[in-house]
């Protein structure tokens, strides 16, 4: 009788195990991530789903948007991030490898991996795949070797000699800031020094220049505006469009995963590498109708902040403040 429960005990653990892993394959191809939520999503116990969590999902986004900029290391956005009170798996504080592990899972911009293999998620994006592929860049940039720091001037690397073509470097004498051509190419240049205020001078002299009247300024904003209410038309087709490829990425995953399955067509590894790129486009045209959405008239946008700066030109030239000004 011991034998005969112990063998139930085992058939009752195996099975038990081979209907979890079924499930989890289940669940990854209808898109849902079988496993614990990371930072940011919670995980649903009735639908068995992965939800966005209200508390957390602001400070990933934070987290993010921030690092994008190329301002913050990780470790100072990891100790804001504990300072706001995120925390991690076991309520633990975010250690920079939590923060770094948080920064480039794709999960957050709407897929997953599982064992090499892209997967497109049906959970809500906390991010698009651009402001990803920012953070991406940014961080394989900091992986380089650290060049030598060099004195912060508010207009280094902002201008050219006119003679010679060289850059125009900065250096402090005698308390002052002063402008002189680096002379890399022609030794001989004949530009001299220029003291950093007189160059504040003359931009903010050439600004007020190109700085645009309020009158012509609220006239142009106005005929955008009345142009942006009669562009929905514009909009409706660019949503058509974005659908109407977004379908045919679908029918071309399907066809690519009848070709790899039943007839074999290429290995694994081109099959996961053409799969990731199809979800890939997939997921920016997501992006795309997301965009569309929330903000139809969102092309109008920059002209307009164009124009409120052009206007707006004059004033921050009076102020002479140089980090303004460059």
Sequence with gaps: MLNL?????????????????????????????????PPGYLNEPKLRTIVVDPEKASLVQWTFESYATGKY??????????????????????????CQRLLTNPFY???????????????????????????????????????????SYVYRGLFHCDECGCGVTMETQKGHNYLRCTKRVITNCSQPYLREESMTQQIADALICVSLPDDVADRMIGQIEAERDSSKNVIEDAKHKARKEISQLDRKLDRLTVAYLDAGAFS??????????????????????????????????????FLNGSKQMKYVASRGNPKELR
């Design 5 to 37: 429960a112990f063998g139930q005990s085992t058939y009752y653990s195996d099975s038990l195990s081979i209907n979890i892993r079924r499930g989890q394959k289940q669940k990854i191809k209808e898109g849902v991530w079988p496993f614990k939520a």
């Design 109 to 151: 911009y709407g897929v997953f991996y599982i064992r090499g293999e892209i997967h497109q998620g049906t959970h809500e994006p906390l991010i698009t795949k651009e402001l990803f592929d920012s953070v991406q860049r940014v961080m394989r940039g900091r992986s380089k070797a650290n060049s030598i720091r060099l004195k």
């Design 268 to 305: 694994a590894a081109e099959f996961r590498k053409r799969k990731e790129e199809s979800i890939g486009k997939k997921r920016t045209l997501l992006d795309t109708l997301v965009s569309l959405d929330e903000g139809e008239n969102q092309r109008f946008e920059p002209v307009i902040r």
């Design 73 to 98: 290391p990780i470790i100072q956005i990891a100790a804001t991030l504990n300072a706001k009170g995120m925390r991690g798996s076991r309520n633990k504080l975010i250690s920079f490898s939590t």
